[in-house]
């Protein structure tokens, strides 16, 4: 490759990286703003826009939407409903907790992505990755302050701290399980195809949610405005993401996607006047060290592999 080509595909994918982390945050803040509408609604909103935007890139493209093995066709679909899974509980979570603490604990996915890829992929696990592992959960423990160690919650209600963050570490999980079903997809499928039946997927879901708890409505003129207005600030952080991806390696463009807990620090300081705690930050600090850490190391392995071939 050329270097002009290289140092072009350099910028752009560190560009769509950032602007992707920070789509992210800014999504997450619309989403304090909303009043009445909760996770249920703005997921169906983004479900239904992508659907009708990965349309025509599938006729463009004609890219086939059923593969041509049920093995692929099934972790299509287990990625994609993995991925609307963690995208519910983002939403979720932020219910009950503040901004800068989801996305500190989503953040941990960046760990549990190794343990799951060495459980299902049987892919290495270094001692180095074990303790970045430890390391986080001490992240996770400063952010969410637990009474029973601390002796005091930063939240008026207890159990809104135990649910947050609990629905946060589910959405990392569902993440992580995500990420580790792209992986054993491989580069082979269209970004497109997993847009289109994400749509679907999170859509249905989203419903039964909704109809189980009993509360789907349409929301009013200014809640329907921040959901359409959360909904493609999600969209545009997933196509900046797969841009950066297509640009630049996977572990660059994570390090840089991590930076959505600082963009959530300034962004819930400077709009919603919340000062974190000393503790919560440090918290939140340890866990983007340790996920920093762990993508740098994974980018020097995979550069000793190529140098050795």
Not at 113 to 135: D, M
Not at 178 to 185: D, E, G, P, Q
Not at 267 to 294: D, E, K, M, N, R
Request: glycine residues 8%; positive net charge.
């Amino acid at each position: 490759m050329a270097p002009n080509i290289r140092n072009c595909n350099f910028v752009i994918g560190y560009a769509c990286g950032l602007l992707a982390a920070i789509c992210w945050a800014v999504g997450g803040l619309l989403f304090k703003y909303v009043q009445d509408a909760g996770a249920d609604e703005v997921q169906i909103a983004r479900c239904l826009l992508q659907y009708v935007l990965v349309l025509p890139l599938l006729s463009w493209k004609k890219e086939r939407i059923v593969q041509a093995d049920i093995k692929t066709n099934f972790f299509v679909l287990l990625r994609c409903a993995f991925g609307a899974s963690a995208d519910w509980l983002f939403y979720f979570a932020l219910q009950f907790i503040p901004l800068s603490d989801v996305v500190s604990v989503i953040s941990s996915q960046v760990t549990l992505v190794g343990l799951f890829a060495y459980i299902c992929l049987k892919e290495r696990c270094s001692i180095f990755e074990v303790l970045l592992s430890i390391l986080t959960f001490v992240g996770l423990v400063l952010v969410a302050q637990p009474s029973f160690l601390f002796g005091f919650s930063r939240y008026g209600s207890h159990t809104d701290l135990t649910k947050g963050i609990l629905i946060s570490f589910a959405g990392a999980v569902a993440m992580s399980s995500a990420i580790v079903s792209l992986r054993k997809l491989g580069p082979g499928i269209h970004f497109s195809i997993t847009m289109f039946h994400y749509s679907w997927i999170g859509g249905i879901f989203s419903l039964i949610s909704a109809s189980s708890k009993g509360i789907l409505q349409i929301p009013c003129s200014y809640d329907l405005i921040m959901v359409c207005l959360v909904a493609i600030s999600g969209i545009f952080a997933q196509v900046f993401m797969t841009l950066g991806l297509q640009k630049e390696k996977a572990g660059h463009i994570a390090v840089l996607f991590s930076t959505e807990i600082i963009f959530a620090l300034i962004l819930q300081f400077v709009f919603l006047s919340y000062i974190p705690t000393t503790i919560g930050l440090i918290g939140t600090l340890i866990i983007f060290f340790s996920s920093v850490c762990l993508t740098i190391k994974r980018v020097y392995s995979q550069r000793q592999v190529v140098k050795n071939q």
